[in-house]
């Protein structure tokens, strides 16, 4: 695969954006004495700067990687993962979850599935949450392997060591503001930068029309152009798509995200969080065209090298390859600047609330429950480093494992969104559930979305079952067993519920949790 030599200015503009990354986030740190102002950034953050950081923290370099890949696999139907995934569930969640979130007083969501069910719910959920994000970690890695190996010729390992190195940096001293700010830019950055692809491949095939011809004129691309794609389409068909996005991994995702949420919580009040998810959405309208057009673009210009997409077929050369026809010197620096912004966005999003998750959910929930505010904030610091180089350990095996980044992060997804909705639902919107209900439907989905998503090695199932079918099938299994297993108790007391579901605005007791 052919290479490029960064010019003179395509080396000035990125070194300029990581020091400008840098000196934000260490200016930034500047004031950061509590566990409170790391965790939360001490809940001072304007909706405005959160919803930035929002939409870089679902937006990155796995996805600028991933769904340019995928959308030359499967076409417009990726799109989908923003409309259907996204817009509508952050909505939702703007006014129907994140101001009961925020009045609960908590720092992880697993937190507050404690406080409304019991410890076990919030510790399994912890655990999972943390596996979780370090596969999403090593999804980040591996993506920015793709693209610096593609464009700059580098190995694996030196794009994952240098990459680590960079958001190590600030992330470690900074905490949940750092990152918000440098997230703000970083947004800025990529908009711009994806635009820029989009606008000079477009030039390249000759406008829409063009690429529309270009997309057709291929027999393993008939379904390209269809946002829902027949019902026996191999990998989303329209029930799945509707279904297993739309109803359950989208919600869940912006519902129960720890990455995504920990940001509102540090907002200065529920209606700054409220505000920030309605400015991501409104965002969020552009990025759709923005990621998945740069696939379509690759079909045209790239199919007599890459082919049709097969078992060994790499998606993650797609926009590596693409930079490296389309783009002069100068604006390929701007380019390369901006999926540095979504790789150390996303990373430092990620390591930090998995780093939240471990000293709260963890450390001092069962370690060490008196534990100083001093003490959180060292360990915090800590743990940040350790989970990069788990992040580091688990990539390769990403890198072989999956067809695309974006693949690889939804199959990590689809374990646990379909129970967490579930618990969330019942637990913010009923005053039935209980623990007992919350350990049935949580072990129950969680189950069914592992033997599911290993049906092909468990049952010999041709081509295994898409993640979309394991979303469904485990939130409905999850459902029925919170439902079905509350009723094997009495419901909790009034007092105990307040300001934990809807309609109960009263500030929550200090309880972490009934016993089954």
Known sequence: METLRLGTLDISLIVIYLIVIGGLGLWFSRGIKTGKDFFLAGKSLPWWAAGL?????DIGAKDMIGLAGDGYRFGVVMMNFDFLGCILPVIVAAFLFMPYLWLANVYTVPEYLGKRYNQTVRTFFAILWVLFMVGTLATIFVSAASMFEGILGWSFW????????????????????????TDALSCVILIIGAGIICITGLSEVGGISALKEQIQSHDWTKHHLELLPPADHPAYPWPA????????????????????????????????????????????LVFP?????PGLIGIALLSKELGAPGDDWNGNQVLPMLLVKLLPPGVLGVVIGAFLAGVLSNLDSYVNSASTMLVHDFYKAWVRPDASDRQCLVLGRWLIPVLLLAGVGVSYPVQQGFGSVFEAFQTFLSFIQGPL????LF????????ATGGLIGMTGGVTTAALMTFSEALFGLEGGISFLWVAWWSFVVSMAGVGLGSLLKPPYPEDRLKGLIVGSVSPPPDTEGGQA
């Open 241 to 284: 798509v509707l279904l297993g996005l739309g109803f359950v991994l989208g919600p869940a995702y912006w519902i129960g995200n720890q990455a995504i949420v920990q940001r509102t919580l540090g907002t200065r009040s529920a209606a700054e969080a409220r505000a920030s998810y309605i400015f991501c959405a409104a965002i969020k």
């Open 421 to 424: 909705l579930a618990l969330l």
């Open 427 to 434: 637990g913010m919107l009923t005053r039935r559930a209980n």
């Open 158 to 181: 030196l794009s994952v060591g240098v990459t680590a190195v960079l958001v190590g940096m600030y992330t470690t001293v900074g905490g949940l503001k750092a990152v918000v700010v």
């Open 53 to 57: 950081s929002l939409v870089v923290s």
């Open 289 to 293: 065209l923005l990621l998945v057009i």
